[in-house]
């Protein structure tokens, strides 16, 4: 599957990036609900170890669900027990190594083979591609930390698909009806290239760079910080509250508390 090669890239993008910070940069909190560094990598290991087991020891992955729900820990604590023997460096390179074994096995896997998942089953693409998604918005804090320009790649087509996939789970996740059809998508790749998704449309439109709508979705910004340029109530209300991650709903982040910050020393 071209999504395994995708995540692949994607965890070695972040990877380099993490790997030219210092110890205490690992330990200081990020704007993302103050998780630090430590807490990416060890939720990034934690549950790319759970998509393989979905191909290699499901019967592992039932035990860790099954241990979370019934230790009444948070899943953070509960990853932390799991990984909070591993140092700094040593969680960096176990993270590394287990992601390209991740991307090895879903490589040759049948890409509509059903998985199992603490939610509702899942094919094996849309596994592997909630795991570049997850890693390329987990990520979204470690760039602005560090104070560097993200340079993506076309393969955030992964995560537009994603994003267009979940219109419906914004709404569902709040017990909501969908206020229409979702809007017309008229996005700019990476590459310059026109991405469209939904029925065209000059009344219910968002037009933009794809990275910003990817942002909008992961909740890595809010809308008002992008330049996204959003056109009626549906793709208004939608650009509210998108959401293409599972769980309890979730609030995107104020406007103007997610950006790439400033860091001593940095040359513009």
Same mark, same amino acid.
């Given at each position: 599957m071209q999504q395994a090669e995708d995540f692949r890239?994607? +965890?070695?993008? /972040?990877a380099d990036l %993490?790997?030219? /910070?210092? /110890?205490?940069? =690992?330990? +200081? &909190?990020?704007? =993302?609900?103050?998780w630090t560094i430590v807490d990416v990598l060890r939720h990034l290991h934690f549950w790319n170890r759970m998509a393989h087991f979905q191909l290699s020891d499901p019967?592992?992955?039932s035990g860790h669900l099954k241990a979370m729900q019934a230790s009444g820990s948070s899943m953070r604590a509960y990853e932390a027990a799991q990984l909070g023997h591993l140092g700094e460096q040593?969680?960096?390179s176990d993270w590394r190594n287990f992601a390209e074994r991740t991307a090895d096995l879903f490589a040759d896997a049948d890409p509509k083979?059903?998985?199992?998942?603490? $939610?509702p089953d899942m094919s094996a693409r849309s596994s592997i591609t909630a795991r570049q998604m997850e890693t390329w918005a987990h990520g979204q804090e470690v760039y602005d930390f560090a104070g560097v320009e993200r340079r993506n790649e076309d393969r955030i087509s992964n995560i537009v698909t994603l994003g %267009?996939? +979940?219109? $419906?789970?914004t709404y569902a996740t709040r017990r909501e009806p969908p206020p229409g059809p979702m809007p017309h998508l008229v996005l700019t790749a990476p590459s310059g290239a026109i991405w469209t998704h939904g029925e065209p449309s000059e009344a219910?439109?968002?037009e933009g760079r794809a990275d910003e709508f990817c942002q909008v979705v992961t909740q890595t910004r809010n809308i008002a910080d992008t330049s996204l340029k959003v056109t009626g109530p549906v793709a208004t209300d939608w650009m509210s509250k998108a959401q293409c991650?599972? $769980?309890? &709903?979730?609030e995107p982040p104020a406007p103007g508390t997610r950006f790439r910050r400033e860091r001593a020393g940095q040359v513009r």
């Open positions: 890239q994607e +965890t070695r993008a /972040l %993490v790997e030219t /910070l210092s /110890l205490d940069d =690992f330990h +200081t &909190p990020t704007q =993302f609900k103050a019967e592992q992955l040593a969680l960096l083979a059903r998985l199992k998942w603490a $939610g %267009v996939n +979940t219109f $419906g789970w219910e439109r968002i991650f599972a $769980g309890a &709903p979730s």
